[in-house]
Every structure is written in C-alpha cells, then in structure tokens.
C-alpha cells in the first residue's frame, strides 16, 4: 500500500489508515508507517512483555511486532492478519492486526478529544475518536502503548536530571501545545527542573492559539512569551498548522517556535522547515529540548538588546 503523505504543510489535515482489531474500527496517522506487510514468522523472544509477539526480519532489519489485541484486552488470533510497520522515536515497530480498511483525509478539528472518563492520564492509548459514516473510529496512541511495553523509549528525563549547574529560567515564559496528558506533565516537570517555571499549558493547537490571539488583542504578545513549543499529532489543531499562523503573523513571528514530536522525521522536517520553525526535535530527546529552548530565547533576547 502506498503511504505517502501528499498533504500539503500547514492545511490541519491529515490522512488516517482505517484498520480492524476483530469487530472494532481503529485509525493511525499515515506519517508514522513505514510500510504494511502480510502476516510473517516470528520468532518468539523469552521474558519479553506479554504484548511482544517476537521478533522477524525482514531485509535484515529486525523489527518487534507487538500484539494490539493483547495490548488493548481483545482475543487473539495467531498466524493470520497484517503487519503495520511504523516509524518514531527514532523506532521500527511492527504492530500487529486484522485487516486494513483504507486511508482517510480528515481534519484535525473532526477529530473528538475522549474524555477523562475513558482516558485516564497513566493509562491512555487513545488520543481521539473520529466519525466516518456510522462508524467511530478510535485513534490509537501508538507512543503510549510502546512507552507502556519499554518505558526507556519514552522521554529521556535523565538528561535534565544531568544538568548540574544552578539555573533560574523563570523570567522566561513558555507556551506549550501537547494533548497528551502523560507527556504535557513530563514535559513540564523537565522544563521545570531546567528553571523554567512559567509555562503556559495548552491540550491542543487551537487553545495555544485561542490564547496568543487573546495575548495579541491585550498588546505586546511577543514580550509575554519567550519559546513556543508545539507537538504536531494534536486534534482541532495540529502543530503544523499553528506554526504556520504564528510564523505568518506579523506580531508572533519573531517568537522562537520548537516542534517537539515523535513524528519528527526527513520528510516531516521539510515540512516544518517551510513552514518557519526554529527547531525540530523527536520527543525522547528532552535535553536537547531544554538546550534548543536556551539557545533560542538567548539569541531573542540579544537581538531586541541589540
């Protein structure tokens, strides 16, 4: 199947891969597959988690596959069904299912946020539900569920817990826009062991930019905030499309803008490029976030001194 994203930078699309889990109906954005192959050998891997099926290798390239029905509580079935290879993180993972049922272009601002009551902060692996005839399709939080299997692969804490100096960042005022409750609290806890205590928490694009409009309105916008820093996968509004309304507004444009994501890769880069990011950087890397965020509100701060 062909996987290629032909959307263009910006639009607050993007194009959801319908697949099945028996009887239930679920999506993943296109831009984390790599390819999608018939059901392979695997070779089992001893004390490996209940969810991890093995391992296989295709063109010398090993890859785990992962069990979506174990990981979400559906009976299994062996030996048949599909492999949706996928790529963040800087991973290969091969997650296993039913069949696949074809690709949607949708809109950010279709797909619903679930709710607390099903979407608890430690246990979500959900990050939104969208409607497609009489169907619900429900967006599967890929991230979530490979950080719950392997939690180094989530986001590198230990690199702020390096940081030896003492810092006092708190004159500078972030905004965030990350719709992933778990990660929006690592995020913020790093970036306030960095010294960064004044942050300004949006769940999704259109609140980060609901906010900077009602900034803007008051005056002075780009005095109030230091960095944005935005996911790109978010509903209502992704990270693309905000930064290309901030990077178009007259105002905004000089504020520093980071797209901190998992779906940070070549081609996803080009995009941010062209549309004025600072910086791009793929989310277990959070020193690397904290020293882009340095950098840049440096540079800022030494321009307007200048």
């Not at 890859?63 to 069904?81: A, F």
């Not at 296993?96 to 902060?121: C, E, F, M």
């Not at 590198?156 to 972030?174: F, L």
Request: glycine residues 6%; contains cysteine; charged residues 25%.
């Amino acid at each position: 199947m062909d996987t290629n994203i032909l959307l263009e930078s910006g639009t607050n699309e993007l194009e959801l891969l319908e697949f099945t889990l028996g009887d239930n109906h679920y999506g993943i954005n296109v831009a984390k597959i790599r390819e999608i192959l018939q059901y392979q050998q695997i070779t089992p891997v001893p004390n490996s988690h209940p969810s991890v099926e093995g391992i296989f290798m295709p063109r010398d390239t090993m890859i785990t596959v992962i069990s979506l029905k174990k990981c979400l509580g559906l009976p299994e079935t062996k030996g048949e069904g599909l492999f949706i290879i996928t790529n963040f993180n800087k991973l290969n993972v091969a997650f296993h299912v039913d069949q696949v049922l074809g690709i949607h272009r949708v809109s950010w601002d279709a797909i619903i946020k679930p709710d607390a009551t099903i979407n608890a902060q430690d246990t979500s692996t959900s990050t939104g539900v969208i409607k497609l005839g009489a169907k619900l399709v429900v967006i599967l939080d890929f991230e979530s569920i490979v950080s719950s299997i392997s939690p180094e692969t989530g986001l590198r804490v230990s690199d702020v817990d390096t940081m030896k100096e003492e810092r006092s960042r708190s004159d500078s005022t972030i905004l965030i826009a990350e719709d992933s409750p778990l990660l929006s609290k690592l995020i913020t806890d790093c970036l306030k062991k960095a010294g960064y205590t004044s942050l300004i928490i949006n769940g999704n694009g259109q609140e980060a930019w609901d906010r900077l409009r009602a900034m803007k309105k008051e005056g002075g916008v780009a005095e109030k905030i230091d960095c944005i820093v935005t996911d790109i996968e978010m509903p209502m509004m992704d990270g693309h499309r905000l930064t290309k309304l901030v990077k178009s507004d007259d105002e905004m444009k000089e504020i520093p803008l980071i797209i901190f994501s998992s779906l940070v890769n070549d081609e996803m880069r080009r995009k941010g490029e062209s549309l004025g990011a600072d910086a791009q950087l793929t989310k277990p890397e959070i020193g690397q976030l904290v020293s882009a965020i340095d950098d840049l509100i440096d540079k800022a701060h030494s321009s307007r001194r200048g």
